[in-house]
T-cell receptor, first 117, second 112 residues
Framework: DTAVSQTPKYLVTQMGNDKSIKCEQN?????MYWYKQDSKKFLKIMFS???????INETVPNRFSPKSPDKAHLNLHINSLELGDSAVYFC????????????????FGPGTRLTVL | SQQGEEDPQALSIQEGENATMNCSYK?????LQWYRQNSGRGLVHLIL?????REKHSGRLRVTLDTSKKSSSLLITASRAADTASYFC????????????FGPGTSLSVIP
């Protein structure tokens, strides 16, 4: 069984549209993350949730809104997509149970390649 | 420069040779982790080394940590074509707000 899964794997859309990416982990982890990887492979954290609570919000435009309905799911909704949003988005999870600590091994999903035209 | 920076940016070797990648960081850390990313895939955790450890092994992988120099190295021995991937170090800084920070990665090509 896949530990961290994301859907869709590929997403091609027009500028100005709204889209969502879903993430689920079946590892029983308390903490989940969203990362953005640009064309130069630089991986930047966007959000972190611990037990459905937002912990990290790294100066991401408010067009990006994460939602965690339960601790196994962390979805990412993006409004008014822009060309610069094109990237690969990775979901990850870790066992970190302490609210302000996220230093454990992270398990990554396969990524969602978003292309904004 | 940023926390967790790998060196070199790209490395090309022949199958069977050893590959060494280095990571430097700036602040004190709880631990340092190495990840591998195959093309088109997510990152896969390789090794976690804690700040009180100096060396760790896992199969053909050897990681060292020198906290006085704020640096770590990843050695892959007897490389294989399947080791071709990007390798990232991730540091978990000791701050009041702990989070893992990834470096820009080293792209390793192993030529058969």
């Amino acid at each position: 069984d896949t530990a961290v899964s994301q859907t869709p794997k590929y997403l091609v859309t027009q500028m100005g549209n709204d889209k969502s990416i879903k993430c689920e982990q079946n590892l029983g982890h308390d903490t989940m993350y969203w990362y953005k990887q640009d064309s130069k492979k630089f991986l930047k954290i966007m959000f972190s949730y611990n037990n459905k609570e937002l912990i990290i919000n790294e100066t991401v435009p408010n067009r990006f809104s994460p939602k965690s309905p339960d601790k196994a799911h962390l979805n990412l909704h993006i409004n008014s997509l822009e060309l610069g949003d094109s990237a690969v988005y990775f979901c990850a999870s870790s066992q970190d149970s302490a609210r302000w600590t996220s230093t454990d091994t992270q398990y990554f999903g396969p990524g969602t390649r978003l292309t904004v035209l | 420069s940023q926390q967790g920076e790998e060196d070199p940016q790209a490395l090309s070797i022949q199958e069977g040779e050893n590959a060494t990648m280095n990571c430097s960081y700036k602040t004190s850390i709880n631990n340092l982790q190495w990840y591998r990313q195959n093309s088109g895939r997510g990152l896969v955790h390789l090794i976690l080394i804690r700040s009180n450890e100096r060396e760790k092994h896992s199969g053909r992988l050897r990681v060292t940590l020198d906290t006085s120099k704020k640096s770590s190295s990843l050695l892959i021995t007897a490389s294989r074509a399947a080791d071709t991937a990007s390798y990232f170090c991730a540091t978990a800084p000791k701050t009041s707000y702990d989070k893992v920070i990834f470096g820009p990665g080293t792209s390793l090509s192993v030529i058969p």
